[in-house]
């Protein structure tokens, strides 16, 4: 069965990780981020969508990308969050 967002706004906290393409900026997170190669893991911290894209945050810091840059979102047990329709 593949993957359906949700619908409307939304909201996670806890531990999540991003995947990111490869075209993402990644030279100015906030502290408290695990970046290997191309994915960013954040164990204190929230998601909320918003119109142009997904506000992330780590221990309450605001960071974002635009849809486009973001592949997928997982929680703690590799469950998928949210996912680009194209990365399907």
Not at 8 to 30: C, M
Request: charged share 20%.
């Amino acid at each position: 069965m593949a993957h359906k967002n949700s619908t409307g706004y939304w909201e996670h906290q806890g531990t999540y990780s991003v995947v990111l393409t490869d075209n993402a900026d990644t030279s100015r997170l906030p502290e408290g981020i695990l970046l290997q190669k191309r994915t960013i893991s954040v164990e204190n911290g929230r998601i909320k969508q918003t119109m142009g894209g997904i506000q992330f945050y780590v221990n309450e810091q605001p960071f974002c990308w635009s849809y486009s840059f973001i592949k997928e979102i997982r929680n703690s047990n590799g469950k998928l969050i949210w996912q680009n329709r194209d990365y399907e």
